[in-house]
């Protein structure tokens, strides 16, 4: 991820008046003509036409048949999710763009039936990559490439219980993919039936929605199938802005996998497309037909950046160029917690010179939240290649706190100064933040970065004198980290600045998980406090943890992306300190952890 440093040149802090935002169906109107526009010339000009399919996978354990009529139902099924996402690309005036299928003589669809290895107990939900790699020589038998294309593995992993009325499914159920192809896996079932979407009754109980209408189970799987496809096309998730959930009903890619076709039974709205996902599936080569530039690397440039507020909202404007073409930018503003499931989302399509403004209106009260930007290229390339951060604060009043976004845009020549190793011009950029009145903390930030530029530690915690020691900048018995090197005062990369919760800090340790660092306090104080964090613009899960001694005085529940804790531990007669990060069971990718002002006070 690149983060957006070097790139953020004007900062306008008089607030906007606020004016009328358009409705769902006036955005729509606006940017979906232009969107197009830029895209069908692009893509018309020494085209490169591309006939790409989905590709269906039938799985199912050694002891164990397919389940019945498993062609025909899912055929219905995919044919229907096929409709959907058309329907919805007309709506909103993208025209004849929809996922391809292989359709068979008779009408049904091409589904390749692979038969596992092994029995059905030694398979589960995290069976997922065994169950892919099993598909592979089948696939290649018949001329797919599956790391090329996109692949709907659905495995034969539920239990359906007539008598009973109870259905359960222990299989794999996640996605992901690029423009040039992914995978979803999903779970069948013998009820997972097109047929039964439209029908209150009877009920089943499922082993995870519980007591359901055998229609709402259809709802949420088949809605699942569709979700989860969008995943394999590169789709985030985001939820639906309020004004779009009265317009339109509720986000595929947020919870709208559990209302698809709500609608046939009268219970619901059902599930739309957001804007944001249409225009990022209008030039992928599985919905435009084009492969043109498959292959090029996402290349949008931002500049001539403004960040302007307005009383519970704010602005962001700057020029992108790229080649190919952006055709329009996305803004996914995602409040801290929750993954992305309750990120909401802005567009905008560029002007004839680049120049876009997304305006971010949709805010969580009482929320830590980053701004996303994407820059949509017409070869399909955007989401997951180059994305642009910005972090804020809302209260519980909803007014906006863009001070963190703001410092970065004051602090960014420096930041470019120290990460290129120029002490000269870190000092020029001091100079001329104290020229333009910088406020005190920010001057303080400069000082701090143009100090890393040649770091060089001060004296341990033990030989330390005064009644306070900052621990970033004391010699340390150990120092790891699980990515990169141990790290004082600065963020390794582009950024440097730490940044973490929306705000900025003077002082921290980069402590990507797992690390450790320790230093000889020779029981000489009595109180450490920090504040402890994921680094913004990371969507990793840590548990940060202090000891003593060997003995664990303090452990963090687990921290997420835009999440900070405060720490205040007693040292008292302790000899030996210790800080570790520990990844939360799920991995260490995107784990950087940050502690946060880590200080040693005697009293």
């Given at each position: 991820?690149?983060?957006?440093?070097?790139?953020?040149?004007?900062?306008?802090?008089?607030?906007?008046?606020?004016?009328?935002?358009?409705?769902p169906?006036?955005?729509?109107?606006?940017?979906?003509?232009?969107?197009?526009?830029?895209?069908?010339?692009?893509?018309?000009?020494?085209?490169?036409?591309?006939?790409?399919?989905?590709?269906?996978?039938?799985?199912?354990?050694?002891?164990?048949?397919?389940?019945?009529?498993?062609?025909?139902?899912?055929?219905a099924?995919?044919?229907?999710?096929?409709?959907?996402?058309?329907?919805?690309?007309?709506?909103?005036?993208?025209?004849?763009?929809?996922?391809?299928?292989?359709?068979?003589?008779?009408?049904?669809?091409?589904?390749?039936?692979?038969?596992?290895?092994?029995?059905?107990?030694?398979?589960?939900?995290?069976?997922?990559?065994?169950?892919?790699?099993?598909?592979?020589?089948?696939?290649?038998?018949?001329?797919?490439?599956?790391?090329?294309?996109?692949?709907?593995?659905?495995?034969?992993?539920?239990?359906?219980?007539?008598?009973?009325?109870?259905?359960?499914?222990?299989?794999?159920?996640?996605?992901?993919?690029?423009?040039?192809?992914?995978?979803?896996?999903?779970?069948?079932?013998?009820?997972?039936?097109?047929?039964?979407?439209?029908?209150?009754?009877?009920?089943?109980?499922?082993?995870?929605?519980?007591?359901?209408?055998?229609?709402?189970?259809?709802s949420?799987?088949?809605?699942?199938?569709?979700?989860?496809?969008?995943?394999?096309?590169?789709?985030?998730?985001?939820?639906?802005?309020?004004?779009?959930?009265?317009?339109?009903?509720?986000?595929?890619?947020?919870?709208?996998?559990?209302?698809?076709?709500?609608?046939?039974?009268?219970?619901?709205?059902?599930?739309?497309?957001?804007?944001?996902?249409?225009?990022?599936?209008?030039?992928?080569?599985?919905?435009?037909?084009?492969?043109?530039?498959?292959?090029?690397?996402?290349?949008?440039?931002?500049?001539?950046?403004?960040?302007?507020?307005?009383?519970?909202?704010?602005?962001?404007?700057?020029?992108?160029?790229?080649?190919?073409?952006?055709?329009?930018?996305?803004?996914?503003?995602?409040?801290?917690?929750?993954?992305?499931?309750?990120?909401?989302?802005?567009?905008?399509?560029?002007?004839?010179?680049?120049?876009?403004?997304?305006?971010?209106?949709?805010?969580?009260?009482?929320?830590?939240?980053?701004?996303r930007i994407?820059?949509?290229?017409?070869?399909?390339?955007?989401?997951?290649?180059?994305?642009?951060?910005?972090a804020?604060?809302?209260?519980?009043?909803?007014?906006?706190?863009?001070?963190?976004?703001?410092?970065?845009?004051?602090?960014?020549?420096?930041?470019?100064?120290?990460?290129?190793?120029?002490?000269?011009?870190?000092?020029?950029?001091?100079?001329?933040?104290?020229?333009?009145?910088?406020?005190?903390?920010?001057?303080?930030?400069?000082?701090?970065?143009?100090?890393?530029?040649?770091?060089?530690?001060?004296?341990?915690?033990?030989?330390?004198?005064?009644?306070?020691?900052?621990?970033?900048?004391?010699?340390?018995?150990?120092?790891?980290?699980?990515?990169?090197?141990?790290?004082?005062?600065?963020?390794?990369?582009?950024?440097?600045?730490?940044?973490?919760?929306?705000?900025?800090?003077?002082?921290?340790?980069?402590?990507?998980?797992?690390?450790?660092?320790a230093?000889n306090?020779?029981?000489?104080?009595?109180?450490?406090?920090?504040?402890?964090?994921?680094?913004?613009?990371?969507?990793?899960?840590?548990?940060?943890?202090?000891?003593?001694?060997?003995?664990?005085?303090?452990?963090?529940?687990?921290?997420?992306?835009?999440?900070?804790?405060?720490?205040s531990?007693?040292?008292?007669?302790?000899?030996?300190?210790?800080?570790?990060v520990?990844?939360?069971?799920?991995?260490?990718?995107s784990?950087?952890?940050?502690?946060?002002?880590p200080?040693?006070?005697?009293?």
């Amino acid at each position: 991820m690149e983060r957006l440093l070097a790139l953020l040149l004007v900062v306008v802090t008089v607030p906007l008046t606020s004016s009328a935002a358009p409705t769902p169906q006036e955005e729509i109107a606006d940017q979906v003509p232009k969107a197009v526009a830029i895209l069908n010339k692009w893509q018309a000009a020494d085209p490169v036409p591309a006939d790409r399919r989905l590709h269906l996978v039938y799985w199912t354990p050694a002891d164990r048949e397919p389940a019945p009529r498993y062609r025909e139902r899912l055929s219905a099924i995919f044919l229907d999710i096929q409709k959907y996402y058309l329907s919805e690309m007309k709506r909103m005036g993208f025209g004849e763009r929809t996922i391809k299928l292989h359709t068979e003589p008779g009408g049904l669809l091409k589904i390749h039936l692979v038969k596992g290895a092994k029995p059905y107990e030694k398979y589960d939900v995290k069976s997922g990559s065994e169950i892919r790699k099993e598909c592979l020589p089948v696939l290649k038998a018949a001329g797919i490439d599956a790391d090329s294309e996109t692949i709907v593995i659905f495995c034969n992993m539920s239990n359906y219980d007539a008598a009973a009325g109870t259905v359960n499914q222990n299989s794999p159920y996640y996605a992901g993919g690029s423009k040039r192809g992914g995978t979803a896996w999903q779970v069948d079932s013998p009820i997972l039936d097109l047929a039964l979407l439209d029908k209150k009754e009877p009920m089943v109980k499922d082993g995870q929605y519980g007591r359901i209408s055998v229609g709402k189970y259809n709802s949420i799987f088949i809605g699942g199938v569709a979700h989860e496809l969008g995943h394999a096309l590169s789709l985030p998730h985001n939820a639906e802005r309020p004004d779009q959930k009265t317009a339109f009903g509720t986000a595929l890619m947020g919870s709208g996998n559990r209302t698809y076709g709500d609608d046939r039974r009268g219970e619901g709205r059902g599930s739309f497309i957001t804007l944001a996902h249409g225009l990022r599936l209008a030039s992928l080569p599985l919905f435009s037909g084009s492969a043109k530039g498959i292959d090029l690397k996402a290349s949008a440039r931002l500049s001539d950046i403004e960040i302007t507020p307005a009383e519970k909202s704010f602005t962001f404007k700057a020029r992108v160029t790229a080649d190919p073409p952006c055709y329009a930018v996305v803004g996914y503003m995602d409040p801290a917690g929750g993954n992305d499931y309750d990120a909401t989302t802005c567009t905008a399509v560029p002007d004839a010179d680049g120049t876009f403004t997304l305006r971010c209106d949709a805010l969580r009260k009482g929320k830590a939240g980053e701004l996303r930007i994407v820059a949509l290229q017409a070869n399909g390339g955007g989401i997951g290649d180059k994305t642009y951060t910005v972090a804020y604060n809302v209260d519980d009043s909803g007014k906006v706190d863009l001070g963190s976004a703001i410092g970065m845009l004051k602090l960014a020549g420096i930041a470019k100064a120290v990460n290129a190793g120029n002490a000269a011009a870190a000092r020029d950029e001091i100079a001329r933040l104290q020229k333009e009145n910088a406020d005190a903390r920010t001057l303080e930030i400069a000082r701090t970065l143009y100090g890393t530029i040649d770091f060089k530690s001060g004296p341990s915690p033990a030989e330390l004198e005064g009644e306070t020691c900052h621990l970033s900048e004391a010699s340390w018995t150990t120092a790891r980290v699980g990515w990169g090197r141990p790290t004082a005062n600065r963020l390794p990369g582009d950024s440097a600045i730490i940044r973490a919760g929306g705000k900025l800090f003077v002082r921290g340790l980069y402590a990507h998980a797992p690390s450790a660092y320790a230093w000889n306090l020779d029981r000489k104080w009595k109180t450490f406090t920090a504040q402890a964090g994921m680094a913004d613009g990371n969507d990793g899960s840590v548990v940060f943890v202090v000891l003593g001694d060997g003995r664990e005085l303090w452990r963090s529940a687990t921290v997420k992306a835009l999440g900070v804790v405060p720490v205040s531990v007693s040292v008292e007669g302790v000899k030996s300190l210790e800080l570790r990060v520990e990844n939360a069971g799920d991995g260490n990718a995107s784990d950087w952890g940050v502690w946060l002002e880590p200080t040693l006070r005697r009293g």
